[in-house]
C-alpha cells in the first residue's frame, strides 16, 4: 500500500509561480512511477507529469512543458512540481497518483495508476 498527500495548492494571480509537493509513505521503490493529474468539473482527470522514481526520466503534457517541472526527493519520499508562469487554464484540482512497473506508453492515463493523493486545489486568477 502506498499513500499519498499532496500539499502547496492555493490562490494566485496570472503569472505567478506555486510548488506542489507529495508526501509518500508506504511501500515506495524504484519500480515505482508518480505523476500528477489534474482535473475541472466535469472533466476527466488530465496527464500534467510523471517521473520515475528511479531517479530518470521525466514526462510532460505538452501544455506545460517549458512552464512545469517534476522532481522527487527519494530521501524525503516526496515528489514535486514546481509550476511557473501560470496561466487562468491551469486552474483545477491537482492530484498525485503512482504505480508500480509503469511502462513508457501508459505513463499518461489515469487508469494506469493505482494509488491516488486527496487533491490540492491551485487557482489562477486573471
Known amino acids: 500500500q502506498v499513500q499519498l498527500v499532496e500539499s502547496g495548492g492555493g490562490l494566485v494571480q496570472t503569472g505567478y509561480s506555486l510548488r506542489l509537493s507529495c508526501a509518500a509513505s508506504?511501500?515506495?521503490?524504484?519500480?515505482?512511477?508518480m505523476a500528477w493529474f489534474r482535473q475541472t468539473s466535469g472533466n476527466e482527470r488530465e496527464f500534467v507529469a510523471a517521473v520515475r522514481w528511479s531517479g530518470g526520466n521525466t514526462f510532460y503534457a505538452d501544455f506545460v512543458k517549458g512552464r512545469f517541472t517534476i522532481s522527487a526527493d527519494k530521501a524525503k519520499n516526496t515528489m514535486y512540481l514546481q509550476m511557473n508562469s501560470l496561466k487562468p487554464e491551469d486552474t483545477a484540482l491537482y492530484y498525485c497518483a503512482a504505480a508500480y512497473g509503469v511502462i513508457n506508453s501508459s505513463t499518461r492515463y489515469a487508469g494506469t495508476y493505482r494509488y491516488w493523493g486527496q487533491g490540492t486545489q491551485v487557482t489562477v486568477s486573471s
Open positions: 508506504g511501500r515506495t521503490d524504484n519500480r515505482y512511477t
